[in-house]
């Protein structure tokens, strides 16, 4: 079993859509979670992170962690054909420099 | 602000020639620094990672190593490339103060021939 799973898609939504993003995991040392959105050849940017269960929120991005589950989501509002990319969650476990784990990347489409 | 730069951007190369890719940080000080290979639909894998000046740990063994000559520089490298060495080629940083959100540079795609 991997220590991060993702579901690769393809994902296809029309614009405005709410989109949910998820990865589950496996171990429990992992405490920081971090997603990344990429675009066709470029490096992955840094969108949202958190190390507590609940929900973060910023702007139409909200992170959600559950612990008790090892499940994660990412939820898009008001979807943007910008927002189309490859979506990486990714988890470590606090103050370690080496063991941050990522997921395959759900590649998203948002059609206008 | 800081910034993270690699290049070259792209770099087609034959079997059995050397390989040296740069990364270098700027506005930040003493930062962590990380090596990263990213194959198609497999996720990003861990090469090597540095915490200071002439320290580095390897992940994986490899036809790869890896030098930091200075505090925010650090370079990959081989001495004779293999077909299977062929990838998108990741470095990020992250704070020294142990926080770790990890900050990616642009990538370089190598092809080996």
């Known amino acids: 079993q991997k220590e991060v799973e993702q579901d690769p898609g393809p994902l296809s939504v029309p614009e405005g859509a709410i989109v949910s993003l998820n990865c589950t995991y496996s171990?429990?040392?992992?405490?920081?979670f971090m997603w990344y959105r990429q675009y066709s050849r470029k490096g992955p940017e840094l969108l949202m992170y958190?190390?507590?269960?609940g929900n973060k929120e910023d702007g139409r991005f909200t992170a959600q962690v559950d612990k008790s589950s090892k499940y994660i989501s990412l939820f898009i509002r008001d979807s943007q054909p910008s927002d189309s990319a490859t979506y990486l969650c990714?988890?470590?476990?606090?103050?370690?420099?080496?063991?941050?784990?990522f997921g395959a990347g759900t590649r998203l489409t948002v059609k206008p | 602000s800081q910034t993270i730069h690699q290049w070259p951007a792209t770099l087609v190369q034959p079997v059995g020639s050397p390989l040296s890719l740069e990364c270098t940080v700027e506005?930040?000080?003493?930062?962590?620094l990380y090596w990263y290979r990213q194959a198609a639909g497999r996720g990003l894998q861990l090469l090597f990672y540095?915490?200071?000046?002439?320290?580095i740990s390897s992940e994986v063994p490899q036809n790869l190593s890896a030098s930091r000559p200075q505090d925010r520089q650090f370079i990959l490298s081989s001495k004779k490339l293999l077909l299977s060495d062929s990838g998108f080629y990741l470095c990020?940083?992250?704070?020294?103060?142990?926080?770790?959100?990890?900050?990616f540079g642009p990538g370089t795609r190598l092809t080996v021939t």
């Open positions: 958190t190390y507590s269960s």
């Open positions: 990020a940083w992250s704070a020294w103060t142990g926080t770790n959100e990890q900050y």
């Open positions: 540095s915490v200071g000046i002439g320290q």
């Open positions: 990714a988890m470590s476990g606090l103050y370690n420099n080496n063991d941050m784990r």
């Open positions: 506005g930040t000080s003493n930062p962590n």
């Open positions: 171990n429990s040392a992992f405490q920081y």
